[in-house]
Each structure stands twice: as structure tokens, then as C-alpha cells.
């Protein structure tokens, strides 16, 4: 991903995990995913491995040079929603023991996340996880969403209701850049404009609370 490219150019520690693709969900999975990634996971299985990670980092950060009090969480469409899934239950101390504690989450960057059930198309798991909203409180992180307009599988509407939850929570630290007319994946074409204007604030988002 150039994305991930570019701020490893800038010196951030960039890691593009992956998480057990499910055969739950009504949407399915294209023939090309490889059978040692895909199962009957849950969304809990599907944070727990995002929690396995982080464990993995806690042990290898000298070897990556890593500072993990200062970590961002992001992630786009269903890793949107594992990102926010994670960042919020890390920070609020819930399934304290599927995560490495030397975490410090200082920024959750999901874009046209997945955040309601019904988006998930069908895949069961804890209500908090599913429905992650229920994790905000006025310690959460401060968080940018990124969100199209136009977005036929996941609703604008989505990523207002989490700034709006924030809100209910007197966090003020949520904010949504709305891209007229985008699509979901609008972002997907590096060089594009729905793609640099949304790198443009991630970048200064990510400097202002590192």
C-alpha cells in the first residue's frame, strides 16, 4: 500500500497487519484468498488476532526500534471497524488480556468503517465489538474519520453517528473529513484527490497528538 510506503518515508513505524478472513459473513470471500487465512472466526477471534499482534510488538520492539507509547490504530472498511474495535478497548481497559498492556494508543484513524452490525453482513460476536460505538467514553482517543458521501456499502451516516457519540461522551477529540461524491475505497488510487486530501490531514493528525 503507498500509503503505508509514504509514512515510512516520514520515519513512522508502519505495520500493515492482517486478521483470519471469515466464512461467516453473507458478503463472502473471493476464490483468491488463500485457505490458511480464512475460517469461522468471529469479530472477538478477529480483534484477539489484532491482540496477538500487539504482543508480538510488545516483544520485539527493540528489535524494530519501536516507541509504543505513542501508537496510532487504522485500518479501512471491516479493518476500519477492527481498528476502532481495538483502539477503544484498549484504551478502556476491556479484554485487558487479549492485548500487550506497553500499547499507549494516542490516535485511532479509521476510514468508511464498518461500525454497525448489519454491515458486518451477519458475522456474530460480542455486542461492544460488533457495535463498537458502545466503547466511546471521554477518555477515548482522539479520532479522524474518513468517509464518502457517496459510499454504497458503508453509510456516511456511520462515521457521523461515531463523531456524535463522542460528542454524547463530551469528548470533542472525533472528527469526520466527509469527500463529496466519494465511493467506498475512493481513496484506494494514491495520487488521486479523495487519497491525498485524506494522507494531507492523517499527517497532520498524526503529528499533532504523537
Do not use: C
Not at 469461522?40 to 507509547?69: C, N, W
Amino acid at each position: 500500500m503507498q500509503q503505508n510506503t509514504y509514512f515510512a518515508n516520514q520515519g513512522y513505524a508502519v505495520f500493515d497487519i492482517q486478521y483470519g478472513l471469515t466464512t461467516l459473513s453473507s458478503y463472502g470471500l473471493s476464490s483468491n484468498v488463500p485457505d490458511k487465512v480464512r475460517g469461522p472466526f468471529s469479530i472477538d477471534d478477529q480483534v484477539r488476532h489484532i491482540g496477538l499482534f500487539t504482543k508480538y510488538l510488545a516483544e520485539h520492539e527493540e528489535e524494530y526500534g519501536l516507541d509504543l507509547s505513542t501508537t496510532f490504530i487504522s485500518g479501512g472498511s471491516a479493518g476500519g471497524h477492527l481498528a476502532t474495535a481495538s483502539a477503544l478497548a484498549m484504551t478502556e481497559g476491556k479484554y485487558s488480556d487479549w492485548f500487550s498492556d506497553e500499547l499507549k494508543v494516542k490516535g485511532l484513524i479509521p476510514y468508511y468503517p464498518a461500525n454497525k452490525g448489519p454491515a458486518l453482513g451477519g458475522i456474530p460476536g460480542t455486542e461492544d465489538l460488533l457495535w463498537p460505538e458502545q466503547l466511546v467514553s471521554e477518555e477515548s482517543p482522539p479520532a479522524l474519520l474518513f468517509h464518502g458521501t457517496h459510499d454504497t456499502y458503508v453509510g456516511y451516516e456511520t462515521a457521523a453517528s461515531f463523531k456524535e457519540t463522542y460528542a454524547e461522551h463530551e469528548n470533542d477529540k472525533a472528527a469526520v473529513i466527509y469527500m463529496p461524491f466519494g465511493n467506498h475505497g475512493s481513496d484506494f488510487y494514491f495520487s488521486g484527490y479523495y487519497n491525498q486530501t485524506f494522507t494531507y490531514y492523517m499527517e497532520r493528525f498524526l503529528a499533532l497528538y504523537r
